[in-house]
């Protein structure tokens, strides 16, 4: 569980605060996405969650952060080891380099936790099959391609197993398998009835993955509620973010009365084929073959 409360925060060489009273909650298992444009704020949110900032940045924070029930600003960020993961932005920086291979580097963490060797190999050998990682099990974490490298982060986070996991565009460098291994990831800790935070780019992932999307524009939350609500809203692409395509077809369609009156515009392609599929049999239906 996360809980937001009037969090507000000004980095100490910022002309302006990045986060301006943001408040929200984000309940087990449920998979809570943040989307905005550049500069919106979601690496600050991702780093305030986590405890990376004001712990690392230095900075004032307003408010009150959350997190399984404990107030961050209390805890030393020693102690939100195994309570919050976070895959940073650039994976390049989130590797340790004291270790040599990626079956070491996925044991790091684990092995400062003084879990037992058996445990360990356990939990490394199934984060590396997940995430497509055995064959390269043996090579150093620097002679990774990039999205080799991000997999490799968000394992290293996944293989500590915390109550909360916050990720900061874990995909960016990703193909679509590499971006299918990271959803199946996904859903395995919903299951699992862990917490996430997501900020992704991906919408059309969005729309079918996340419970709910929340839209920060400079600082502010602006948007907070189903994919279907937030990513069909007219107001999106002010907000900085590209609208999907199902959502800007449909809603050029309805301008010319050819989708649904009153059926919400689409973002899924699920949708949109359910929602053109019904104006085309309502066309037959009615006039002459
Ligand atoms: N370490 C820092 N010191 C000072 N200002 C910062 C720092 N990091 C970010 N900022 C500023 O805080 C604001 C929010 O930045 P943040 O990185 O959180 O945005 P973002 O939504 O993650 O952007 P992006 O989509 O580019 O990753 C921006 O104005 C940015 O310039
Ligand atoms: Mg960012």
């Known amino acids: 569980m ?3 409360e009037k969090l507000s925060f000004s980095y100490p060489t910022g002309s302006r605060p990045a986060l301006v009273d943001v408040s929200f ?17 979601k690496s600050t949110l991702a780093g305030v969650v986590s405890g990376t900032v004001p712990h690392l940045t230095g900075g004032d924070v307003e408010g009150s952060v959350r997190v399984n029930g404990r107030t961050l600003a209390d805890a030393p960020l020693s102690g939100l080891v195994g309570e919050v993961g976070l895959v940073m932005q650039n994976p390049f920086n989130q590797i340790s380099g004291a270790r040599f291979s990626v079956r070491e580097e996925l044991a790091f963490g684990l092995e ?60 960016s460098q990703l193909d679509s398998a590499g971006c299918d291994l990271v959803f199946a990831a996904l859903d395995t800790l ?5 917490t996430t935070l997501l900020i992704e780019h991906r919408m059309e992932r969005l729309a079918r993955e996340a419970d709910r999307v929340l839209v920060l524009e400079h600082g502010t939350i602006v948007a907070d509620g189903t994919p279907g609500e937030v990513l069909a809203d007219e107001r999106l692409e002010k907000w900085g973010v590209a609208p999907l395509r ?38 037959d239906g009615g006039g002459p073959r």
């Open 25 to 41: 909650a984000v309940r087990p298992a449920e998979l809570c996405a943040v989307v905005g444009g550049d500069g919106a704020g």
């Open 190 to 194: 919903k299951e699992q009835g862990i």
């Open 112 to 171: 400062n936790l003084g879990v037992p060797r058996d445990e360990m190999a356990e939990r490394v050998d199934t984060v590396m099959r997940e995430l497509g990682l055995a064959k390269v099990r043996d090579r150093s974490p620097y002679e990774l391609s990039g999205g080799q490298q991000q997999l490799l982060a968000i394992g290293s986070v996944l293989v500590m197993r915390p109550g909360v996991m916050v990720l900061d565009e874990p995909t």
């Open 2 to 4: 996360i809980e937001v």
């Open 246 to 283: 199902y959502t800007v077809a449909a809603r050029r369609a309805a301008a010319r009365q050819l989708w649904p009156a009153g059926k919400p515009l689409p973002v899924t392609l699920d949708a949109a084929v359910e929602g053109f599929g019904g104006t085309v049999e309502s066309f």
